[in-house]
């Protein structure tokens, strides 16, 4: 009974020991990995990018059996369906917006099969924060939004001269810059589903995008676009300054 007690005692203290632990566990500190989705700034502008340049048609799928409630809703849902698609014809047609799936427009961000370019982000914007959060992100986006962002932040004092180099006159709707054409195609979709109206023409579309250049509220709105672009990159500059970290 004795020897079972002091070989009791035994196992007790050997199982009360760290091992198989790597020395110095306690003081270890894990780095976090240097990803786009670590970073809070990142986050924000691919949440507004999002919001702001995606339009999707959404359907209930799986629920056919369920009666809808009248003949006019089920004439709007077609309706909205038929609009998204259209809005999508414009969008390839007109703006030469790949797009990988049937009613889904996608601004801002790169088609899987865009090659991604290499950018040299110091040569335009001196804010190394900028770099720090394009670095972080860009490979998301289109190289066409990219050179946007890119005379945005080095102009970002000069919001006027920003909206007057995107309304520059081009030859060609498809080049003017896709935060313009985003604007459009959301107007565009918004409108029909209002007023339920039958879709017009390329031809026309053209037209009526033209009067949207001239537009002062479509200036107003690009504005609006720009300077929330520059909150999300001015809000981590702030963030170093109140708590004295250097660029």
């Known amino acids: 009974m004795k020897y079972y007690l002091k070989n009791k005692k035994k196992i007790k203290s050997l199982t009360n020991q760290n091992r198989g ?11 976090i990995p240097n990803l786009w989705t670590n970073q809070f700034q990142c986050i924000q502008l691919f949440k507004f990018l999002t919001e702001e340049g995606r339009h ?37 047609k007109l703006f030469k917006i790949k797009c990988d799936s049937k009613r889904c427009i996608v601004f801002f961000f790169r ?19 900028y770099q720090f959060i394009l670095y972080g992100i860009h490979k998301l986006l289109s190289e066409k939004f990219v050179y946007d962002l890119i005379y945005i932040l080095g102009h ?21 810059s896709q935060i313009i054409q985003n604007l459009f195609i959301k107007q565009k979709i918004q409108r029909m ?55």
């Open 111 to 129: 088609n899987p099969n865009e090659e991604q370019s290499i950018y040299n982000f110091s040569q335009y914007i001196q804010n190394e924060i």
């Open 193 to 247: 589903k209002e007023e339920q109206k039958q879709k017009p023409s390329i031809e026309i579309v053209q037209y009526e995008f033209q009067d949207f250049l001239k537009d002062e509220n479509t200036r107003y709105r690009v504005r609006i676009f720009i300077e929330e672009i520059l909150n999300i990159f001015q809000a981590q500059s702030k963030y170093y300054e109140q708590y004295g970290i250097e660029n």
């Open 21 to 31: 632990k790597p020395p110095n566990l306690k003081s270890t500190q894990l780095k």
């Open 156 to 176: 970002e004092n000069e919001i006027n001269n920003v909206i007057d180099y995107l309304f520059q006159v081009q030859e060609q709707p498809s080049n003017y």
């Open 56 to 92: 999707v048609y959404f359907h209930l799928a799986g629920k056919r059996s369920q009666k809808v409630e009248n003949e006019k809703k089920n004439e709007v849902i077609q309706n909205t369906r038929k609009f998204y698609e259209y809005a999508q014809d414009i969008a390839e």
